[in-house]
Nanobody
């Protein structure tokens, strides 16, 4: 089992940057594929980005491709999301998620563990 705690959210102007971090407990962090999802008010939780167990494989939602970068450090049990060129439509609660599935991609039902989320607000 793994516990996830997100940090780094906040208020930023459009065009700005934020870096989210997710700290995972447990000694088997490298056994999990990791991902970031987000949920805006009144909308479904949607996939943002995922990274494989050894960082070789990353997948991004079309809406963030070229602006966001997911990375992980298995020695520190962390996964980060660097967000650049932020837009008001990026405003949401961002969630870190972990999956024991080898290639869960963007399928929300493939992720077994979730953090509590961190709020990102982008002002226009």
């Amino acid at each position: 089992q793994v516990q996830l705690v997100e940090s780094g959210g906040g208020l930023v102007q459009a065009g700005g940057s934020l870096r989210l971090s997710c700290a995972a407990s447990g000694r088997t962090f490298s056994s999990y594929a990791m991902a970031w999802f987000r949920q805006a008010p009144g909308k479904e939780r949607e996939f943002v980005a995922t990274i494989g167990r050894s960082s070789y494989s990353t997948v991004y939602a079309d809406s963030v491709k070229g602006r966001f970068t997911i990375s992980r450090d298995n020695a520190k049990n962390t996964v980060d999301l660097q967000m650049n060129s932020l837009k008001p439509e990026d405003t949401a609660v961002y969630y870190c998620a972990a999956s024991i599935v080898v290639a869960p991609r963007g399928r929300r039902d493939q992720y077994q563990y979730w953090g509590q989320g961190t709020q990102v607000t982008v002002s226009s």
